[in-house]
């Protein structure tokens, strides 16, 4: 494939810490994005393998293009999941100068890998392996003289590994339901930084800017978590006071995600100078089940605040920490590390695609909507709610590639492999 798509594939083995490359065929063989990594996956499968890829049009000027992901596979399942990176996360993986990345083998020491321009290096990460994920960005964006480094990691290295762990994007959830990092621990894999300054090109760039445009117009922009679900609308309610501004990832018009601040006022823009004012909240599952155990909204922001920092699934703790814990505690991070450390909880991935669109169970629907999303590289809420239908995206893979792809191709190529 010609377009869309530079580099090659990357075989990272953290054990001898060599790094192979090699022409990624896989594009011409199984189409983009998800089915491509998904065979990359099989390949490897022996190994082991973290896969880490990207959609046909993420970081293009589709709307909603932000959607980048990861491979892996949960150690009592034996099951392949997908945990996607958002907000800008997939836009760098885009732009690295990789088509696919695979991490194989297990590193003899905490270790973290650096994809930038096409380059991969294996680094040591010995003198954070017990940083907490905010300390883990900060120390590696320092380390590379770039804020804007995309840092995937997990919470510190240590003995608890009982309790379900969940990777984060850079100080954020990344909707990972514990277990991208248990493979992270299983490797000794501290973290996956990324940067790039990598181009795209489209087959016909006018014909498919234009069209992108078209798109764009077409949408109509929206906040908040009431684009989720009803049940999701019922948490913006819920912690409207809090709220300080929107966030939206890479290119879309709907920003789904509040940012809360419950140390300083949330209705002034300029910050009282509190080190850590408030957080990003990339889900509303954990906070739901908080609020049905009584827990006001500054409280519950408190333990997501700490379930980030220690790259906690969030759910997880959420449904076995209670309230009084937190009122009887002046420190909710040690009050959080002492429960994780006492229970041991184990979560399954239920399918290859975690449902956090709906509290419903509808698995055809998420399936085939995911399929589509990790495929195209667009956000499936965007897909949702655009109002746009899924097979008008798929038409603009003849402008960005000259490869016609619909929804009949792209189930075909995923089930050869599943």
Same mark, same amino acid.
């Given at each position: 494939?010609?377009?869309?798509?530079?580099?090659?594939?990357?075989?990272?083995?953290?054990?001898?810490?060599?790094?192979?490359?090699?022409?990624?065929?896989?594009?011409?063989?199984?189409?983009?994005?998800?089915?491509?990594?998904? /065979?990359?996956?099989?390949?490897?499968?022996?190994?082991?393998?973290?896969?880490?890829?990207?959609?046909?049009?993420?970081?293009?000027?589709?709307?909603?293009?932000?959607?980048?992901?990861?491979?892996?596979?949960?150690?009592?399942?034996?099951?392949?999941?997908?945990?996607?990176?958002?907000?800008?996360?997939?836009?760098?993986?885009?732009?690295?100068?990789?088509?696919?990345?695979?991490?194989?083998?297990?590193?003899?020491?905490?270790?973290?890998?650096?994809?930038?321009?096409?380059?991969?290096?294996?680094?040591?990460?010995?003198?954070?392996?017990?940083?907490?994920?905010?300390?883990?960005?900060?120390?590696?964006?320092?380390?590379?003289?770039?804020?804007?480094?995309?840092?995937?990691?997990?919470?510190?290295?240590?003995?608890?590994?009982?309790?379900?762990?969940?990777?984060?994007?850079?100080?954020?959830?990344?909707?990972?339901?514990?277990?991208?990092? /248990?493979?992270?621990?299983?490797?000794?894999?501290?973290?996956?930084?990324?940067?790039?300054?990598?181009?795209?090109?489209?087959?016909?760039?006018?014909?498919?800017?234009?069209?992108?445009?078209?798109?764009?117009?077409?949408?109509?922009?929206?906040?908040?978590?009431?684009?989720?679900?009803e049940q999701a609308a019922k948490i913006d309610e819920w912690v409207m006071p809090l709220?300080?501004?929107?966030?939206?990832?890479?290119?879309?018009p709907m920003a789904c995600f509040p940012f809360l601040k419950y140390r300083e006022q949330?209705?002034?823009?300029?910050?009282?100078?509190?080190?850590?004012?408030?957080?990003?909240?990339?889900?509303?599952?954990?906070?739901?089940?908080?609020?049905?155990?009584?827990?006001?909204?500054?409280?519950?922001?408190?333990?997501?605040?700490?379930?980030?920092?220690?790259?906690?699934?969030?759910?997880?703790?959420?449904?076995?920490?209670?309230?009084?814990?937190?009122?009887?505690?002046?420190?909710?991070?040690?009050?959080?590390k002492t429960i994780q450390k006492e229970n041991r909880i184990a979560i399954a991935p239920?399918?290859?695609?975690?449902?956090?669109?709906?509290?419903?169970?509808?698995?055809?629907?998420?399936?085939?909507?995911?399929? /589509?999303?990790?495929?195209?590289?667009?956000?499936?809420?965007?897909?949702?709610?655009?109002?746009?239908?899924?097979?008008?995206?798929?038409?603009?893979?003849?402008?960005?590639?000259?490869?016609?792809?619909?929804?009949?191709?792209?189930?075909?190529?995923?089930?050869?492999?599943?």
């Amino acid at each position: 494939m010609d377009y869309m798509y530079s580099g090659d594939l990357a075989i990272i083995d953290l054990e001898s810490g060599e790094v192979d490359f090699r022409e990624f065929t896989e594009l011409d063989d199984y189409g983009p994005g998800f089915s491509s990594c998904l /065979a990359v996956f099989k390949e490897y499968e022996e190994s082991d393998p973290v896969v880490i890829g990207s959609g046909l049009f993420t970081g293009t000027t589709v709307p909603a293009s932000c959607l980048g992901f990861v491979l892996a596979k949960d150690s009592d399942s034996d099951r392949v999941f997908t945990v996607p990176l958002n907000l800008y996360a997939g836009v760098e993986v885009k732009f690295s100068g990789f088509s696919a990345v695979a991490i194989i083998g297990n590193a003899s020491s905490p270790v973290y890998v650096w994809l930038h321009d096409g380059v991969a290096d294996v680094l040591d990460a010995s003198n954070f392996a017990s940083s907490d994920t905010w300390n883990t960005t900060d120390l590696i964006r320092s380390e590379m003289g770039d804020r804007l480094v995309q840092v995937i990691s997990c919470g510190p290295f240590d003995n608890s590994h009982q309790f379900p762990k969940s990777a984060s994007i850079n100080y954020w959830g990344s909707l990972d339901p514990g277990h991208v990092a /248990a493979s992270f621990f299983r490797k000794n894999l501290k973290a996956v930084a990324i940067r790039g300054l990598g181009m795209i090109d489209a087959a016909d760039p006018d014909a498919f800017f234009s069209s992108s445009l078209e798109f764009l117009k077409r949408c109509k922009p929206e906040n908040g978590f009431a684009l989720w679900n009803e049940q999701a609308a019922k948490i913006d309610e819920w912690v409207m006071p809090l709220v300080h501004r929107y966030r939206s990832c890479y290119g879309c018009p709907m920003a789904c995600f509040p940012f809360l601040k419950y140390r300083e006022q949330p209705s002034v823009l300029s910050s009282e100078g509190v080190e850590e004012p408030g957080i990003l909240l990339t889900a509303y599952h954990a906070l739901k089940l908080l609020k049905e155990k009584g827990f006001n909204p500054k409280e519950a922001m408190g333990v997501l605040e700490a379930c980030l920092k220690m790259g906690l699934e969030a759910i997880a703790l959420s449904s076995v920490i209670e309230p009084d814990a937190i009122k009887a505690s002046e420190n909710i991070v040690e009050t959080v590390k002492t429960i994780q450390k006492e229970n041991r909880i184990a979560i399954a991935p239920s399918a290859m695609f975690a449902n956090w669109y709906s509290g419903e169970e509808n698995s055809a629907f998420w399936e085939t909507l995911n399929r /589509a999303a990790y495929t195209l590289g667009i956000c499936p809420i965007f897909l949702i709610k655009s109002g746009i239908d899924i097979s008008e995206f798929y038409r603009l893979s003849g402008l960005a590639c000259q490869t016609d792809f619909d929804q009949e191709s792209v189930d075909a190529s995923i089930n050869r492999l599943i």
